[in-house]
């Protein structure tokens, strides 16, 4: 056990080998601290004991992730997780970002502050597992934040290289040893590939189902992930052929689940097979998309299947395992942000009649939302990260009756929660859902595109002077900030035929984010260049523009 003046000489020692070099503001946003990697030693060091700290808060284990996503290679970033598996709360976000702000001189003023302020009992013992993706950077940062969790003590456990939801499996597994059996990567691939495995072999006449997908890792741990997985998925179950899996090509470059969702083709070093089913997922294999080629007379056309197209394929098929297994109490639910497609909106609400809310974009908003409103709650951003959350009651109903073999559909919705990673969008557990749900339905690709026509969209980056000057409200459907900018965006959609577009300050990179869609994707081309245009001239005219009318007739 440490006291507190023995803990700040650590602070003092082991900081200066981690000195703030630079004055660069790094904000705690949706997605923990994310920026270029030259910026975040001092983060890592400092972060090390701030998971120390709130793990003795909680008095349980927290988890650090050093990961920067679908971020390129040269970026890095860290966050922390909560001892439900779930994001860091909202306070403790606060802390981190100041601390993580302070100058050297105030580092150790900062962390005595925090320990007085949340009254923390040093005498009790920190418990953290730490995890890491692929990039080089972040086994230099692995070490600075051990750094900074020695200046506590406790206890620290090192997973290396790991997918993020696998982290936060982790961490639910040593807070709920009553529920799962043990904290190891070897018990999460065999408890979600046992799982999917029974799924598959109750599912009936296989009919247009073909068990077989093309696999991109982005370059990164999603292609170790799928590798372990496929160690217990017979190839007739499921032939997984793995592309773009390890560190010999850039992480994340013309490849991954952001790099498809966003320039609306295929990743690079795929070939290129009609009818077949492609999966794409991120740098740390917590989004996930689909994709396939219709062949025509003179080439092939791509398709994709991003995350409302997940999130509808969930909807329905778990709605009719509930009416079929006669469990009707459980309210289903789903939870979209402003980027879910208009026409995934319509379909879910009047022709599935599932309710549907709206939240701020970022999981924890969403996580939130689902896990506070529905027995179950589907979640996802049209980026592919999302997850279902089972209520205790939907847990308890559904276990019961999955203990009937008779119920065959109740027996299909508990193998679903065993295979559903439920803490956090996981694209690996999202990718053999989605198997399992095609495969029980005997579906191909073609036949879940088919459900409902996407209304053709557009979503882009405009480089401004201050993201931060950009405010929105309604859930981010509506800008207060710049004045006038919402009123030039609802003149410019009015021109077009079924045309709906918003902006948001993007919470990882330094851009505001314009998403459009329209008739045609040509219009919904259209749409996004003459909204980027209007952020522009907004936000970047030193005299603010208040004449949204004057704006575009620039």
């Known amino acids: 056990m440490s006291d507190l003046t023995s803990i700040l000489k650590r ?21 923990g601290f994310r920026t270029k990697e030259g910026l975040l030693d001092h983060i890592m060091f400092r972060m090390g004991i701030v998971a120390a700290l709130r793990s003795k808060v909680t008095e349980a284990t927290i988890g650090i992730m050093i990961t920067a996503s679908h971020n390129p290679e040269g970026d890095n970033g860290l966050k922390l997780v909560d001892p439900n598996g779930e994001m860091l709360a909202a306070t403790w976000e606060t802390y981190a970002a100041e601390i993580a702000n302070q100058p050297d001189t105030n580092l150790c003023k900062s962390i005595q502050d925090l320990i007085e302020k949340e009254k923390i009992d040093l005498s009790i013992n920190s418990s953290v597992f730490v995890g890491r993706d692929t990039r080089q950077s972040g086994i230099d940062f692995k070490a600075a934040v051990e750094n900074g969790f020695n200046c506590i003590d406790g206890n620290l456990f090192d997973y290396g290289v790991v997918t993020t939801p696998l982290l936060h499996f982790m961490v639910v597994c040593a807070n709920c040893p009553y529920q799962f059996e043990e904290a190891t990567s070897s018990y999460y691939y065999q408890r979600l590939s046992g799982a999917f495995c029974r799924i598959m072999r109750l599912a009936g006449d296989i009919r247009s189902y073909v068990p077989s997908v093309i696999f991109d890792g982005a370059n990164g741990v999603g292609g170790y992930a799928v590798v372990e997985f496929s160690k217990h998925i017979p190839k007739d179950i499921l032939d997984i052929r793995i592309f773009n899996s390890s560190a010999d090509g850039k992480l994340n470059e013309k490849c991954g689940a952001d790099f498809v969702k966003v320039e609306k083709c295929g990743s690079d ?6 009818h077949t089913r492609f999966v794409s997922v991120d740098g740390d294999a917590d989004r996930i998309i689909y994709y396939y080629y219709e062949p025509s007379d003179k080439e092939m056309t791509f398709r994709m299947l991003d995350g409302d197209k997940i999130a509808v394929l969930y909807a329905q098929h778990l709605s009719d395992l509930l009416k079929q297994s006669g469990l009707n109490e459980l309210q289903l639910g789903l939870v979209q942000t402003a980027y879910a497609n208009g026409n995934s909106t319509n ?7 599932i309710p ?8 924890k908003h969403l996580h939130h939302e689902a896990s506070q409103k529905y027995d179950i709650g589907i979640y996802f951003e049209a980026n592919g990260h999302g997850t279902v959350v089972f209520s205790d009651k939907a847990i308890s109903l559904i276990t019961k009756a999955g203990r009937d073999e008779l119920n065959t559909a109740a027996v299909e919705l508990a193998n679903f929660m ?5 803490y956090v969008g996981d694209a690996l557990s999202d990718m053999l859902v989605v198997e399992a749900i095609l495969r029980s339905k005997g579906w191909s690709i073609e036949d879940w595109d088919s459900m409902y026509k996407d209304l053709p969209n557009r979503l882009s980056k405009v480089i401004v002077r201050d993201r931060n000057m950009v405010e929105t409200t309604d859930a981010e459907r509506a800008v207060v900030s710049p004045a006038g900018l919402q009123d030039a965006i609802n003149i410019i959609v009015e021109r077009f035929k079924n045309g709906r577009s918003f902006i948001r300050p993007s919470g990882t990179e330094d851009v505001v984010r314009v998403y459009a869609e329209a008739d045609t994707q040509a219009n ?5 260049t003459e909204v980027s245009k209007a952020v522009f001239l907004f936000c970047s005219n030193e005299d603010k523009v208040e004449d949204s009318k004057a704006v575009l007739s620039k």
């Open 524 to 528: 919904a081309d259209l749409l996004s």
């Open 11 to 31: 602070v003092s020692e082991a900081g200066e080998q981690h000195a703030r070099k630079h004055n660069t503001i790094i904000g705690y946003g949706t997605a």
């Open 269 to 274: 070093n795929l070939p290129v097979e009609p």
């Open 356 to 363: 549907v809310s709206f939240t701020l974009t970022g999981v």
């Open 418 to 422: 065993q295979l559903i990673n439920p």
């Open 347 to 353: 379909y879910i609400n009047n022709i599935l009649g």
